[in-house]
């Protein structure tokens, strides 16, 4: 038999059990779907996100505060204490460091007219939007005087402003609105940009001064640091480090009461991610197709069963063992790579359907789709030997004489 006929017989028989064959392909096309659509998202978000981290720029520290374990308590933390804006002050001293931004968060029912919205409001300092890159429609940022002296202005992300002003969110500068029934007049309006890693569009902007005299709740929770230079970012950590170790009184060989992130380091926590979601996928593949291996071994060896005169009869007009063996091989090859090609198309499908009702991003790469189809050869040689020996090992005798 030629490699042609072989392939001829191999559908043939597929064909005359369309729903039996269609059954067992079927964890083979729900492992290679999950595989194709969760590489699809996984790069896809993964992209998003590394892209979100280089706009920020290479010159980015956040500064948090960092809760330690306490062994003498079991399960308690110590909380560590609260960034002042004299520890603003010292750095913003420093000759490594170009800008700081303290960053403040709280909720509050904003009030124009009879337009009522629940916003994000985050207190900060008038160098936020250089630090994290944000631009203005209208408007402008505060000045030193207003944070200094802790006066009513804000400034509005796009959306928010949309959200409260409605039609008339473009010309928001200049209105006065009601945060926890304080009045704030509007000196600035914020250009579109909402991420994973900024939500601007949403939050209304307020001097950190005043929100933390008249905000309930509101302290300095993290510090976005610009460091004058991106080749001066080993030095701007350092002075950071010296700096807050220094006004926070932690003696020598005391761990820090704060952590650093910079793009660098996200970046490498976007690696480690993306790592993990390479052995999720392996590991929801490796699942699915060996059910799917288990479901051809079962078809293949019901086959070699239903067709045990057929085999009878080409053996005894001439076929060999390793004809017989080829080709029951090849049929249980040919049903995995089957079950891949509607795999990827499902996977496809999915990944596309996830996009569109949830916007998710999706990136496709060759490597799912050629991993996939290895996978599926393999799962077709592995469970198709089986049945494939047991067809090929039959003697013509007992073959033709099998009711």
């Known amino acids: 038999m030629n490699p042609l006929e072989t392939l001829k017989m191999s559908f043939s028989s597929l064909k005359s059990n369309k729903l039996r064959s269609l059954l067992t392909m079927l964890g083979i096309i729900i492992g290679v779907a999950a595989v194709i659509a969760i590489a699809a998202i996984g790069k896809g978000s993964n992209a998003q996100i590394t892209s979100e981290i280089n706009n920020m720029g290479n010159n980015l520290i956040m500064i948090y505060p960092f809760y330690q374990y306490d062994e003498a308590n079991g399960t308690q933390f110590v909380a560590p204490p609260e960034f002042t804006m004299e520890d603003v002050a010292e750095l913003e001293q420093l000759g490594s460091v170009a800008d700081v931004a303290p960053s403040g968060m709280s909720s509050a029912d904003v009030v124009w007219g009879r337009q009522k919205v629940n916003l994000q409001i985050e207190g900060t300092s008038a160098s936020f939007a250089r630090v994290q890159k944000l631009f203005f429609t209208d408007g402008r940022t505060f000045t030193n005087y207003e944070v200094e002296k802790g006066m009513n202005v804000a400034i509005i992300g796009s959306q928010a402003a949309s959200d409260l002003f409605g039609e008339n969110s473009a010309n928001a ?35 950190i001064t005043t929100g933390m005299d008249r905000m309930s709740h509101m302290s300095i929770q993290q510090l976005n640091v610009s460091a004058a230079a991106p080749e001066l970012m080993d030095s701007a950590r350092a002075d950071i480090t010296q700096t807050l170790r220094t006004r926070h009184m932690i003696k020598e060989g005391e761990p820090d009461d704060f952590q650093m992130m910079s793009q660098t380091d996200y970046l490498e926590m976007t690696a480690g991610v993306d790592a993990t979601m390479n052995l999720l996928i392996i590991g929801v593949a490796g699942i699915a197709l060996l059910v799917g291996g288990v479901g051809i071994m079962n078809m293949m060896l019901m086959a070699v069963t239903e067709r045990t005169r057929e085999i009878g009869i080409r053996k005894a007009i001439g076929a060999q063992r390793g004809d017989i063996m080829l080709q029951f091989l090849t049929e249980a090859i040919f049903i995995s790579l089957l079950g891949g090609i509607l795999g990827v ?26 991993y996939s189809f290895l996978s599926c050869m393999a799962v077709g040689i592995l469970f198709g030997v089986i049945p494939a020996l047991k067809a090929s090992r039959l003697k013509p005798i007992d073959a033709l004489r099998y009711e």
Do not use: R
């Open 345 to 370: 198309l499902a996977g496809i499908g999915a990944a596309k359907l996830l996009n569109s009702m949830a916007h998710m991003p999706i990136v496709y790469t060759v490597e799912p789709v050629l």
């Open 173 to 207: 500068v200049g209105e006065t609105v009601l945060i926890n029934n304080l009045p704030f007049k509007i000196v600035g309006l914020l250009s579109y940009k909402n991420t994973m890693m900024n939500n601007s569009a949403y939050q209304i902007y307020i001097p």
